[in-house]
């Protein structure tokens, strides 16, 4: 079992930046492909950015290329999402999660094993 806490969410105006961290617990991330998703009011949980746990790939979502970042501590099993730029389109609960995928992460929410609770975002205009 693997328990992801994140953190980091906020209300933020446009243009600004925030980072997310994910806390995990239970085992440690290295044999994990890690990803970031978000659930705007109203529409369905989607890929914003994952690494891959067997060559460190990173795959972001379209929209965010540019803005956000993606990295990972193996030493303090966590993995956080740098945000700049931050746009009211942006505004989600964001959630980390982990998937046993190997290879390139996985965009897909049924090929992830485990989540956290999600934080919440909001840009204002």
């Known amino acids: 079992q693997v328990q992801l806490v994140e953190s980091g969410g906020g209300l933020v105006q446009a243009g600004g930046s925030l980072r997310l961290s994910c806390a995990a617990s239970?085992?440690?991330?290295?044999?994990?492909?890690m990803g970031w998703f978000r659930q705007a009011p109203g529409k369905e949980r989607v890929f914003v950015a994952g690494?891959?746990?067997?060559?460190?790939?990173?795959l972001y979502e379209d929209s965010v290329k540019g803005r956000f970042t993606f990295s990972r501590d193996s030493a303090k099993n966590m993995v956080y999402l740098q945000m700049n730029s931050l746009k009211p389109e942006d505004t989600a609960v964001y959630y980390c999660?982990?998937?046993?995928?190997?290879?390139?992460?996985?965009?897909?929410?049924?090929?992830?094993?485990?989540w956290g609770q999600g934080t919440q975002v909001t840009v204002s205009s």
């Open positions: 999660a982990a998937s046993s995928t190997p290879g390139i992460p996985p965009r897909r929410r049924k090929d992830y094993d485990y």
């Open positions: 239970g085992r440690t991330l290295s044999r994990y492909a």
């Open positions: 690494i891959g746990w067997t060559d460190g790939y990173i």
